[in-house]
């Protein structure tokens, strides 16, 4: 009795996220612009916020102070709601005299992860805008030039990150790539790509929602069956080691779908 209660409320929980799913890749959630105004001629810059509001004044004052750069319109997916008004209070306290023109911000339902910020870019294109998107984590510090560098290496048909690999058949078979190389694996934090990336719905509609929080390890496979080139960005970026850094609880459920992908 017990197992056939979980499997229906299992079921009953996948359901709700395919439809949410299904809403959020057609744009429908509701965003709000809490300081500034975006413009089309800057760089759209996407992220997620979980657990590490503490950080967000640091996170929008590197932002801001970005030389060299476009001016920068950042849109924020908080995925914990609890934290929704801490998070409000960070970004209408931030004085902006730089790069940072506007901000927007997106208050989840649930904690979908990292794919959040994807639908921030899958909006973006149904809006008619074309060109490049920019994705940052909230756990790293980037140097002042870091936006002026991507932006000048940007190129259409690519996505262009820091944190990129060459990889062998399995996941944990890699080493860092240099500027130039071909790349397998590409961390979206710290990156910049096309948007056409998220031109199609399939981005969305193709991967698993059980692997909702792998959107690195999909990306990397979507992108170059789609005409995305992977590339390494020549410069790097600081990442904050803190407790709340889910990545070494997800390692084991990223190779078992690096190797799904591998084998399908």
């Known amino acids: 009795m017990r197992l056939a209660l979980e499997r229906t409320a299992r079921a009953a929980k ?23 105004e975006p413009g089309d001629d800057g760089l759209p810059v996407v992220m997620c916020a979980w657990k590490r509001i503490d950080r967000l004044g640091e996170v929008l004052a590197g932002l801001d102070a970005q030389q060299g750069s476009p001016p920068l319109d950042l849109g924020i997916w908080n995925n914990r709601r609890g934290d929704h008004d801490r998070l409000l209070e960070a970004v209408r306290s931030i004085e902006r005299r730089g790069a940072l023109r506007s901000v927007t ?23 008619g805008r074309r060109g490049p998107f920019a994705v940052i984590d909230d756990d790293q510090r980037l140097p002042q030039d870091f936006f002026a560098v991507a932006a000048s290496s940007y190129r259409p048909g690519t996505a262009a990150g820091v944190w ?30 096309d948007l056409a990336l998220v031109s199609d719905r399939a981005f969305f509609d193709e991967l698993p929602l059980e692997h909702w929080h792998l959107d690195d390890v ?14 390494r960005l020549p410069t790097d970026v600081e990442f904050v080691d803190d407790d709340h850094n889910i990545y070494l609880g997800l390692a084991e459920q990223k190779v078992a779908f690096h190797r799904w992908l591998r084998e399908r």
Do not use: C, K, Q
């Not at 911000?105 to 149904?126: C, D, H, T």
């Not at 999909?218 to 590339?231: D, K, N, T």
């Open 164 to 193: 990129a690999f060459r990889v062998g058949e399995e996941y944990w078979e890699r080493r860092r790539a240099e500027p130039g190389d071909r790349v397998d694996h590409l961390g979206p934090g710290g990156m910049i790509a």
């Open 218 to 231: 999909w990306m990397s496979h979507y992108a170059p069956a789609h005409g995305i080139e992977l590339v």
């Open 14 to 36: 996948d359901r709700a996220a395919a439809v949410l799913r299904d809403r959020w890749a057609a744009g429908r959630f509701r965003a709000s612009t809490v300081v500034g």
């Open 105 to 127: 911000v997106v208050r989840s339902g649930f904690n979908v992860g990292s794919i959040g910020r994807f639908y921030l870019a899958r909006r973006l294109w149904l809006s």
